[in-house]
């Protein structure tokens, strides 16, 4: 898979295609927020993906929670909206909170998520990405200043 990511991000920047995304921040009271590792790239991330053609942003955003970490949720919603050219495309990224979520059966995606975990919000990992820190920042404080991914 990290072959595939490499060749991808070559492509990206000769094409600089527009794409679309989400990312979630899936908390829980208890447990903290839920981070995943992928098998293709280091450090820790917010769950999220591409969303398919003919799918909307929340329907995307069910899909990879459901195909990354096995799990539903009942209730979405929009944070914020962000743009990046970080990896050579112009991504559009939505964000969502997402609440009440539960395991489905047959769990995750072992193929792109190496590992993933609730963290305590005063107990996150030193490696998590810049970008997912900064959401984090934004999602605690109850602001969303940032239009730049």
């Not at 293709?40 to 970490?69: D, H, I, M, Q």
Request: aromatic share 12%.
């Amino acid at each position: 898979m990290a072959w595939y990511h490499a060749m991808a991000k070559w492509y990206w920047k000769v094409r600089k295609p527009l794409t679309l995304g989400v990312r979630l921040i899936v908390d829980d009271e208890q447990k903290g927020v839920l981070l995943i590792r992928h098998t293709y790239v280091s450090g820790w991330y917010l769950p999220g993906g591409g969303v398919e053609k003919g799918e909307t942003f929340w329907n995307a955003a069910r899909r990879e929670l459901r195909e990354e970490c096995g799990l539903t949720v009942t209730k979405l919603k929009l944070c914020h909206l962000y743009y990046s050219e970080r990896e050579g495309k112009r991504d559009h990224i939505a964000l969502f909170h997402a609440s009440a979520a539960r395991s489905e059966a047959g769990g995750a995606d072992g193929n792109e998520v190496r590992e993933m975990r609730y963290f305590l919000w005063d107990q996150l990992p030193a490696d998590m990405t810049p970008s997912t820190r900064k959401r984090l920042e934004e999602f605690r404080a109850g602001s969303f200043q940032e239009e730049r991914w």
